[in-house]
């Protein structure tokens, strides 16, 4: 049971982020973005099943509801005209593939000749509980320092969103 | 049985999708969407080696990538925009300035 559902969302989460970055059939950003919702949510169903169920629900929240509205809203409201299909630089497309094939394959490799799973059984009960009590005992000062970050962040964005951006 | 090599297979797989997206796409917003992807296969990573090592670290630090790349995607966002107003436009192709 848990292997199918394993198979289901994988397949799922990597068919979505193909059509993200490739998709056959058109070139809208729109598509793109509705196609990364779905990359997510299965995402965090590959989550739950490594019972990391708190940054499963962290992982909707955030990125489907946060991240990609965001992004949805920064498309539309540029408006951008739907661009002519510009000719594509041969060489360039066959060396950026060549190059993403080597980094792909290379690291599969590694990672199947290194038997780095060996003798390894799943432990960890991913439990909300000591996810939060190691995040406000060992990790709180890194937390504190995230919620400097974002303020930063969101004064950057106030900023750089005036009118007169000088 | 699943093991550790299956979801670190589908984190390669996926973040070598991301890195095509950054490569071969040339609107701006696809290639930010690229980014995500590539983040979120660390994610996975991150999530499997906590599991199958038996330490919650790993999770810890995944809360932390989310909360940066929500941080990123708003900066950046906020950056693309700024960058249309001036330009016009969100292809790479148009953005030469720095081209000596």
Known sequence: MEALLFYI???????????????????NPVTSAMF???????MAGLFV????FFLAAVQVMVYAGAVIVLFLFVIMLLDIPSVEQRSFNLLGVGMGGLGLLAV????IQTILRSGIGQGKNPQLEGATKELGVTLFTEYVLAFEI???????????VILLSKKDLK | MIGLEHYLIVSALLFSLGMMGVILRRNLIVIYMGLELMLNAANLALVAFSRFNNSMDG???????????AAEVAVGLALIVALYRKRQSTEVEDLT???L
């Open chain 1, 36 to 42: 990364l919702v779905c990359t997510i949510i299965s």
């Open chain 1, 9 to 27: 969302f994988a397949a799922l989460t990597l068919i979505c982020g193909l059509l993200v970055v490739a998709n056959p059939f058109t070139r």
């Open chain 1, 104 to 107: 792909g394959g290379i690291v």
């Open chain 2, 97 to 99: 300035s720095l081209k």
């Open chain 1, 146 to 156: 995230m919620g400097v970050l974002l303020l930063v962040g969101m004064m950057g």
């Open chain 1, 49 to 52: 099943l490594l019972h990391a």
């Open chain 2, 59 to 69: 999770q810890v630090m995944v809360f932390f990538v989310i909360t940066v790349a």
